[in-house]
């Protein structure tokens, strides 16, 4: 076996799994859970159907470049979307979704025949960086969210030392779980950063389509562009149609960004053999070239935290997010508990599910940036998540 396969740690739903063994949650109550961000909103049609007018194409193998057509729909949405201009033959790439290909890209970067190589991604973050940084041979370095500071990234903390080992930085805008949105002088200082040391920057963006603020969230390549870095130099963004278009099911989303890393990664994917299927690619082409959908999709986002929010907020410390579909939440001191025992004793009490925050985050430098949050995905229909929000506040109000 691969030694490496045992530096893996539980993923966050499996702790929670273990936490809820022997729980059995209110039967007065109906189940209602906050606590896996998989969207819920319906597929649009026009989705669907394309795909079922396309299943000619399960006859031929698909190529690991995929389309043309389909490299040009995303090359398009991003000039549409960021005012960016990427060239669809040398700096875009289908994938099966951002969580494969987050993986696939440390493999592709990291040389763990370098000393002590490092991968930096926030803290707290999606688990998927940490595995394949520690499966690409790398160590994993966490940079702590300050939640004074709207929960950026505390890029500061990180020593001159591990930067300059630093192969790879994972970032994640807008943030899961805290919905941060990383600002123009954030991405300055990291491009910075990543020129002084020679590092990759891989910046995953699934969110960027759900926002609660007038300002669409800044992408890595517009921050790139607007900076006069039109080679988007060791720089790639992910994005992806999961929760753009509500289809975590189609597996389907898209790369761009410095031409050399693109055409490095093009050579790894055509080994490790993830192409896209041909009906999945017409199937995102329809869903690139749309943004009627994704405007329905934001306004059902913003209508339930509008409710959600100010509920929580009379007794928990939590705001509305820059953007993605999570409220990342602090206990009130008045609580005495840890966010594991709070998420336990919901579940018992009220039967709403959330995930805590500690599962999310790693200890480093003595603390758990998620220690005593709490995150809660506002996927399912508005009733339900208004439902759950009041269950909390009574939950609250009574061990208070
Ligand atoms: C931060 C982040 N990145 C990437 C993904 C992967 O999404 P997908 O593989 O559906 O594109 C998720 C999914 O929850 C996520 O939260």
Not at 94 to 104: K, V, W
Not at 131 to 145: F, N, V
Not at 374 to 379: G, P, Q, S
């Amino acid at each position: 076996m691969n030694p490496l396969l045992s530096q893996l740690q539980p993923y966050p739903f499996e702790r929670l799994r273990q936490l809820f063994a022997g729980v059995t949650p209110s039967p007065q109550h109906s189940a209602i859970s906050l606590g896996m961000g998989e969207p819920r909103h319906a597929t649009p049609r026009f989705i669907q159907d394309s795909l079922a007018a396309n299943l000619a194409g399960l006859a031929s193998y698909p190529s690991t470049a995929g389309e043309p057509r389909l490299r040009e729909a995303c090359a398009a949405w991003l000039q549409r979307r960021y005012r960016i201009a990427v060239d669809a033959g040398t700096q875009v790439l289908p994938i099966n979704g951002s969580r494969e290909a987050l993986f696939a890209f440390a493999q592709t970067v990291v040389d763990p025949t370098q000393a002590a190589a490092t991968v930096v991604c926030p803290n707290p973050f999606y688990q998927i960086y940490e595995g394949a940084a520690l499966l690409a041979g790398a160590t994993p370095h966490y940079a702590p969210s300050d939640p004074a500071r709207n929960y950026a990234v505390d890029w500061d903390s990180v020593p001159e030392a591990v930067w300059q080992r630093t192969q790879l930085l994972f970032v994640c805008s807008p943030g899961n779980p805290t919905g941060a949105v990383m600002p123009l002088a954030e991405w300055e200082k990291l491009f910075a950063l990543s020129d002084r040391h020679g590092f990759v920057i891989a910046s995953d963006e699934c969110y960027s389509e759900i926002y609660f603020r007038d300002e669409q969230p800044l992408g890595g390549l517009e921050a790139a562009a607007r900076l006069g870095r039109s080679d988007y130099r060791n720089l790639i963004a992910f994005t992806s149609l999961s929760k753009r278009s509500n289809v975590p099911g189609l597996r389907s989303g898209f790369v761009a960004g410095d031409a050399a890393l693109i055409k490095a990664f093009l050579l790894y994917r055509t080994y490790h053999g993830s192409a896209m299927g041909p009906a999945v690619q017409a199937a995102s082409i329809a869903a690139w070239g749309d943004e009627t959908h994704v405007e329905e999709n934001r306004a059902l986002y913003r209508a339930k935290f509008a409710r959600v929010t100010p509920l929580l907020a009379e007794v928990m410390d939590v705001r509305l997010p820059d953007a993605g579909f999570y409220l990342w939440a602090g206990l009130p001191g008045q609580l005495a508990m840890s966010d594991a025992d709070f998420a336990r004793e919901l579940l018992a009490q009220y039967n709403v599910t959330v995930l805590p925050g500690s599962y999310l985050a790693r200890e480093a430098g003595g603390a758990n940036p998620g220690a005593r949050r709490v995150r809660m995905a506002l996927v399912a229909e508005a009733d339900e998540c208004e439902e759950a929000a009041r269950r909390i506040v009574q939950f609250i109000q009574s061990r208070s």
